[in-house]
Structures are given as C-alpha cells and as structure tokens.
C-alpha cells in the first residue's frame, strides 16, 4: 500500500509478515508516533507560530459568523442559517486537527494511543463529509434564489432547512461509523510510527497487521457518495446559476453576481478537488511528501479562507457587522 496518499493498493507480503510476527510475539500496538513534518522540524517555531495564527484566524472568523447571523434580524434567512452551519462545522473541523499538531510540530512528535488516533481519523472523516453536504446544500439554495426565485420561498421553508440541516449532520456521522468501527477492530503490531501530522486513513492501514481490504472498499464507497456525488451536483447548480446570471440584463448586476459566484466556486473546486485527489484517485507514486501538502491545503488553508469567501465578504454580513459596531460604540459613549 502506497504510504503516499492512496489507500487502495494490493495487500503485500508485508502485511502478511506482520501478521506472522504479531500472532507469535502476541504483542501489539498500544500509541502511534506521529512524526510532523520530518526534515523541518529545525523550523519548528516558525511553522508553530503559522499554524497558531491560522488557527485563531479560522476560529475568529468562524465564530463572529454564528455571532452576526445569531444577532442580526437582517441576516436570518436560509443561505445565511447554512453558512453559520458550514462554520460551526469549520470550527470542529480544525479543532480536530490542528491543536494536536501544533504540539506535534512544537515537541517534533507526538504519540498518540490507537483509540485517540481512530477517534481523531472518525471525526476527522465525519466532519469532512458534513461539509461536503453542506456546500451541496448551499449551491442548492443558491440555484433555487437565482434560478427560480418566484418558487424559492415556497420551496425553502423553515422546515426544509431544518430537515436538510439535521440530515446533513447525521448523514455524515452516522455513515463515517462503518469505517471507524471496522478499523477499530484491525490488529497493529511491529511499528508504530507515521509519517504524517494527523491520524489519516492511508497511513494508519499501512500500519496495520490485518486484512484492510474491506476498510479500503468502505472508502472508497462512501468517499464516491459523499466526495465525488456531492461536487457533480454542485458543479450543475453552478452551471445552471452562471447561466441564469447571463440573462440578468445590467451588466453591473452581472459583474457582481459573477464576482461571489466565483469566488465561491473556486473555494468548493479546491476543497473537493484536493479530496478526491487524496481519497478517490488512485496514485500509487505519489509522496508523503504531497499528499501531507494537500491534507494542509485541506485541512488548513481552506477553512482559514472560507469566512472570508462565504461571508465577510458579502455586502449584508459587512452592513450587520458595521451596524453592530456603530451601536455598540454610541451605548459606550
């Protein structure tokens, strides 16, 4: 199995010693060691230092989204009640991950036990696919707005938003349990160590002593339903939105439209992109090197930009945040 991104390779001889040895030594694996980042770690406190700011820009930026859409009456519709849900998932999301590799990256390593790592992978994987589904449901909501506006308040009820928000969440738990419980049964044994800043799926099968075809196969099943399913339906919306923008007949109406459409379509086209090249395409070449490189890309950098692509960025959001802003300094003269 490809250490470098890939989780579905032929189970070698490896697999099979390891097994060999962990039935006649009877002894297994009880903490994993992560690594980090390997050769930089003589830029330990520079990228620790990085990676805090980012974190609680990312944590800043999400939580002042939930605050706004929570205060502000202007700003209680659906797409903005699916946007607090999107950060408040963000907010788990990097939670997840990033503190723990901050002390990786501080200590240049870490251990941790089986269960804690698994648990992390479970959430890990769990809140990615809530995301998923959520930015499916946002282009959803942004092609019924634009592309059938006189049917839109009809259609997107209170209830609906309800049903589809609890159903994104439980969807994305529930699904990501088959996975977490079939690799919570896998035996480990001989070497402990990853090459990686957080407990991922590839590297944690490379390590194991058991038959992980059926973990592989689970995967990449729900990595296709919940990965690939939801960025064609996103891709069609936005077909279907870019087309209803070029009847708006002012072009100023266009520019803008077209501006926040964009940019929320290359947000979605780097985070789904990066997801599938990590967990559906198979590469059987390719490095740790990368594929850490690419999980940062995911797991960092695109819910360090999503506030600022989804919200503080839009016109609404910046008139509540200076409406808010403007009232709490005249109570305070």
């Known amino acids: ?7 579905f390779a032929p189970l070698g001889s490896c697999s099979e010693v390891r097994w ?7 002894t297994t694996v009880a903490e994993f060691l992560l690594l980090g980042f390997g050769n930089l770690h003589n830029l330990r406190i520079l990228l620790f230092l990085l990676f805090l700011v980012i974190y609680i ?15 502000s009456p202007r700003l209680h519709s659906p797409m903005y009640f699916f946007l607090s849900n999107l950060s408040l998932c963000e907010i788990f999301f990097t939670t997840n991950i990033i503190p723990n590799m901050l002390y990786v990256v501080l200590k240049e390593g870490g251990t941790m036990s089986v269960y804690a790592c698994v648990t992390q992978l479970y959430l890990y994987s769990a809140l990615g696919s809530v995301d998923c589904l959520l ?14 506006p006189l ?10 938003q309800i049903h589809l928000v609890t159903w994104t969440w439980l969807v994305g738990f529930i699904l990501m349990l088959i996975i977490y419980i079939t690799i919570y049964h896998l035996q480990f044994c001989g070497t402990n160590i990853i090459d990686h800043i957080f407990c991922d ?3 944690i099968l490379q390590l194991s002593s058991s038959n992980t075809f059926p973990v592989q196969m689970e995967t990449f099943v729900i990595a296709l339903s919940l990965g690939l399913l939801p960025f064609v339906i996103i891709i069609a919306s936005y077909v ?10 002012s072009s ?7 501006s926040t459409c964009s940019s929320h379509l290359a947000s979605v086209c780097t985070y789904f992109g990066t997801l599938i090249t990590i967990y559906i395409i198979p590469f059987k070449g390719r490095s740790m090197k990368l594929n850490m490189a690419l999980c940062l890309l995911y797991t960092v950098v695109t819910p360090l930009f999503n506030p600022f692509i989804y919200s503080l960025r839009n016109l609404e959001m910046k008139a509540s945040l200076g409406t808010y802003m403007f009232v709490k300094r005249e109570n305070y003269v």
């Open 1 to 7: 199995m490809s250490q470098g991104g890939s989780t």
């Open 57 to 71: 820009v990312t944590l800043t930026g999400n939580v002042l989204i939930i605050a706004l859409v929570l205060a």
């Open 240 to 249: 279907c939105i870019f087309l209803a923008i070029l009847r708006i007949p």
């Open 201 to 203: 799926i590839a590297p």
């Open 135 to 148: 930015l499916t449901v946002m282009s959803y909501d942004r092609y019924l707005a634009i592309c059938k």
């Open 252 to 258: 100023t109406g266009q520019q803008k439209a077209f």
């Open 20 to 26: 060999a040895n962990c039935e006649e030594n009877r």
């Open 151 to 160: 049917h839109y308040n009809l259609v997107m009820t209170w209830r609906l």
